[in-house]
């Protein structure tokens, strides 16, 4: 049985610190012992919603038997488009993903076409309020739940999933944590239907679409105090959104968990599959949190590097929103990477040529979550349906390596390769020039030996990734006998100076010629 191996997991690491305290206190999970099994018991109930002026239903898990006295925190399993509250029960083993979880779990009706907003023309579908406001108050008047914001959490699938980003975007007082499986998370970006039009307005240039769009307010989530996780399959119309989202919250510097290399498509298999995963994420951190620990999530302080990074992205963001309103435009050649491209006066060694450059000094490959190309290739490139892409970038991550030992080099090129890989999966018929790193000197010649053998490995992956993914090499023309960066080349001891520049035009360029790029555009 698949789950069977995920059961004995989660019983060996079944929660053991927290205690019962009469039945008035609000506690933490009481301790387990090893030869207690916690099943859910199964039931459901109807009341009256306020926000609906009409009779709603909940599907309810509880720990089964209840311990008298204890009370337990509460997990909202929001249901996808067409489903209803039977949805998880029926269609997944959320019962094995419960097991050992000393958690109440509720499942509302959000209605088959409620999309957990109130909406502004129907007032019979105000499903955000139903579930922040009447569901809640209701479940915490009817069990013994431990009625505050640090034992609160929401999830859901599709539909679901949108509104679980949603509800704690618009609800930080309410939900400690969010989780979303294949959500809508770009909603502003889909086309009306699926009654959304009906819901929010004929066109997506109506407010209301962007004030229930989980992308559009993930800038409330940089001071929610919220933990936030999303995956999505590989394969699923969903993906592009949640990629733009991990984007948008790495650019803001919030805290969260996407993971993004999950392979399946829009499916009651996909969501069976990684139920207990969301259901761990929320028990623990809900368990974290109302022992003390992890209480506050500082989103508010970023590095100055981060800063730049954040500024830079909303520059992208922007200019790509806006590149093809120019009836000139046409598809560009765009320069991702770090300093050594920023710097890059495009507009000067490469005249004429539609260049949309996208570099951030001081930019990193990404790995980790942490801010760095892979984090932002959807929305500052991809959108922009490039013809070519220029890559340069891994100098950072070295100059981290030679410091520290970390990041390992073949971690920084696993990165890159996932880089690679998405962007030909998006962009078929465009061609992808991984550019040398160029050798250091002075006080960053540390750096030098890490980056020839960097260099072997990335024109090592320019050959296995197909026939539109080029290597350029650059770094040999600028190097001296020992390995380190030409004093002719060098503006300091890590960047080119303007005859650098041109050595790296020219080399560009002549790939460029070399597959075609260039045809009808000098």
Known sequence: MKYQALTILFTVIAFTAMTSLPETAISAPAKTTQQQVIKHKRESFTFHSKALDAISTCTVFTPDPMVKGERYPVLYLLHGYSGDN????????????????????????????????????????????????DVVAEIDQRYPTIAKREARAVAGLSMGGHGAITLAE???????????????????????????????????????????????????????????????????????????????????????????????VHSWAYWDEHLPEHVLFHYNNMTEKLSGKNMKIDNSTMTPQQKLYKKRWLQFEKETATYYDDPKATSPIVLLGSSTLQIFNEKELMPGLPVVNRGISGDRIGIDNQPGI?????????????????????????AHTAKTGTPKTREVIDEYRW??????????????????????????????????????????????????????????????????????FAADGLHLNAKGNEVLRDKIMEALKEQGILDGLQ
């Open 374 to 398: 892979s984090h932002r290739i959807y929305n500052t490139v991809i959108k922009l349906k490039p013809r070519a892409i220029i890559i340069n970038n891994g100098t950072n991550d070295l």
């Open 419 to 488: 880089v690679v890989a998405r962007l030909l999966k998006e962009l078929p018929n465009c061609h992808i020039f991984i550019n040398s790193c160029h050798p250091t000197n002075d006080s960053s010649a540390t750096i030098a030996p890490f980056i020839w053998q960097y260099n072997i490995l990335l024109q090592n992956l320019a050959k296995e990734m197909g026939d539109h993914v080029h290597y350029i090499d650059h770094a040999n023309a600028v190097k001296d006998e020992n390995g380190l960066l030409k004093k002719e």
């Open 170 to 264: 618009k609800h930080p007082d309410v939900f400690c944590s969010a989780s979303s499986l294949s959500g809508v998370l770009t909603l502003h970006d889909w086309l009306p239907k699926y009654y959304l039009e009906e819901l929010l307005g004929p066109t997506r240039k109506e407010k209301a679409w962007a004030d229930n769009c989980a992308y559009c307010l993930s800038d409330t989530l940089t001071t929610a105090n919220i933990e936030i996780m999303f995956d999505c399959g590989t394969s699923d119309i969903c993906y592009n959104g949640s990629a733009e989202l991990d984007e948008k919250l790495t650019a803001l510097g919030v805290k969260h968990t996407f993971n993004r290399t999950y392979p399946g």
């Open 86 to 133: 039977n949805d998880w029960a029926d269609r997944t083993s959320c019962t094995l993903a419960l097991t050992n979880k000393k958690m109440i779990v509720v499942l509302p009706n959000g209605d088959y076409k409620g999309w957990y907003v109130d909406s502004p023309l129907i007032k019979e579908y105000q499903y955000d309020s139903l579930v922040a406001k």
